[in-house]
């Protein structure tokens, strides 16, 4: 059973505010990835990192940072949230790159800025 | 580059039925291939995994054959249950890649 964990599940939130996703994962991989899921259920690379220190940005544009300080960490922020951001965000790590490495996903979070 | 197309849902089927996910794939190397299953209100699982040509991955009564003639990876099972639905993804990595590739996903309703 994977160690890759999300909070909150669920937040609503008003236009302009700052917000911080959490991820956390108790497998010691290298590999992190954030995943945006839009309505259609198609999922979008946001953010990805290699390791401590190392992220960069996927292949769908977003407003949203991220670090990554220590390896079981990598939480995503939103400065200031709009509706347009309203959506799915999952978070999922791997051990490797390499054609044989699968990756885990956390529960998500369901964002609604309203 | 690499992609994933799968078949459009929905999909609803009643308890029982036969089930076929198609699922075809480009790749700029030799990938392995996977399913995942989302579970309303959830994440990703695994569901199987296949990573060369002639392997099947089988898991919950669920079955995929890489058949790297056909560039396909079509999802069975023999007999549904209203527990299946969810949403079923079809991806593949190849080993340059830092990401998997999703295809759109298929939902999945079983009626009782």
């Not at chain 1, 994977?2 to 302009?16: E, M």
Request: charged share 20%; proline share 4%; aromatic share 12%.
């Amino acid at each position: 059973e994977a160690d890759i964990y999300q909070t909150p599940r669920y937040l609503v939130i008003g236009t302009g505010k700052k917000i911080t996703l959490e991820c956390s994962q108790t497998m010691g991989h290298d590999k992190m990835y954030w995943y945006q899921q839009d309505p259609g259920m198609e999922l979008h690379l946001i953010h990805y990192s290699y390791g401590v220190n190392s992220t960069e940005k996927g292949d769908l544009s977003s407003e949203s940072t991220v670090s990554r300080i220590r390896t079981e960490h990598f939480p995503l922020t939103l400065e200031s949230a709009r509706p347009s951001h309203t959506s799915q965000y999952l978070c999922a790590s791997s051990e490797r790159t390499g054609r044989f490495t699968e990756a885990f996903f956390g529960q998500g979070t369901r964002l609604t800025v309203v | 580059g690499d992609s994933v197309t799968q078949m459009e849902g929905p999909v609803t089927l009643s308890e029982e039925a036969f089930l076929t996910i198609n699922c075809t794939y480009t790749a700029t190397g030799y990938p392995s291939l996977f399913w995942y299953v989302q579970y309303p209100g959830e994440g990703l699982q695994l569901l199987l995994k296949a990573t060369k040509a002639d392997d099947k991955g089988s898991n919950k009564g669920f079955e995929a054959t890489y058949r790297k003639e056909t560039t396909s990876f079509h999802l069975e099972k023999g007999s549904v249950q209203v527990s299946d639905s969810a949403v079923y993804f079809c991806a593949l990595r190849v080993g340059s890649a830092r990401q998997l590739t999703f295809g759109s996903g298929t939902q999945l309703t079983v009626l009782p």
